[in-house]
T-cell receptor, first 110, second 114 residues
Framework: SQQGEEDPQALSIQEGENATMNCSYK?????LQWYRQNSGRGLVHLIL?????REKHSGRLRVTLDTSKKSSSLLITASRAADTASYFC??????????FGPGTSLSVIP | KAGVTQTPRYLIKTRGQQVTLSCSPI?????VSWYQQTPGQGLQFLFE???????NKGNFPGRFSGRQFSNSRSEMNVSTLELGDSALYLC?????????????FGEGSRLTVL
């Protein structure tokens, strides 16, 4: 079964608004990563947060990790139409399997 | 630096046939992972190879197999194809030498089984 579960499954917002996606997981992890996928393409790595980190920033992206709740969130600020894509969280376990959640489909309306 | 190259990009097969997909990693990457992506099941982990050895394996039947060559290029094979094998097969490579860094994905091989 999949390790990560994203929430919501789909999100539609207006350009300029912030988008927040959540990821929950079940077992201990070494790190958690977020990826983006444009329709029918390969995935692109966005950001990695280690199990001993609580927050990380990269440009308009902000990721938080709460290991006590086994959850992470990805915030995209000031969204753009080009941010329309599917976003996946991926957990890396101590045995190094990288398991992806089902993803959140984000639509940013111009 | 060239990215991850997957071939072929698109292919159509019929039930019962077999297929081989290829993945050439980024130079220096020794880890190659394969994923199956379908609308219903999402991204499912197939297997990971590191230095020619299978390091991890997902829950797929024995019809799905793979290998890695000394130059780190990897192939996966699916025998006795079924309709449900229609999917986007993604290869991801990384420099995961005992570490857990980011994965670099190819554009995928889209397999249609008729």
């Amino acid at each position: 079964s999949q390790q990560g579960e994203e929430d919501p499954q789909a999100l539609s917002i207006q350009e300029g608004e912030n988008a927040t996606m959540n990821c929950s997981y079940k077992t201990s992890i070494n790190n958690l990563q977020w990826y983006r996928q444009n329709s029918g393409r390969g995935l692109v790595h966005l950001i990695l947060i280690r199990s001993n980190e609580r927050e990380k920033h990269s440009g308009r992206l902000r990721v938080t990790l709460d290991t006590s709740k086994k959850s992470s969130s990805l915030l995209i600020t000031a969204s753009r139409a080009a941010d329309t894509a599917s976003y996946f969280c991926a957990t890396v376990s101590p045995y190094d399997k990288v398991i992806f959640g089902p993803g959140t489909s984000l639509s940013v309306i111009p | 630096k060239a990215g991850v190259t997957q071939t072929p990009r698109y292919l159509i097969k019929t039930r019962g046939q077999q297929v081989t997909l290829s993945c050439s990693p980024i130079s220096g990457h020794r880890s190659v992972s394969w994923y199956q992506q379908t609308p219903g099941q999402g991204l499912q982990f197939l297997f990971e190879y590191f230095s020619e050895t299978q390091r991890n394996k997902g829950n797929f039947p024995g019809r799905f197999s793979g290998r890695q060559f000394s130059n780190s290029r990897s192939e996966m094979n699916v025998s006795t194809l079924e309709l449900g094998d229609s999917a986007l097969y993604l290869c991801a490579t990384g420099s995961r030498d005992g570490g857990t860094g980011e994965l670099f994905f190819g554009e995928g091989s889209r397999l249609t089984v008729l």
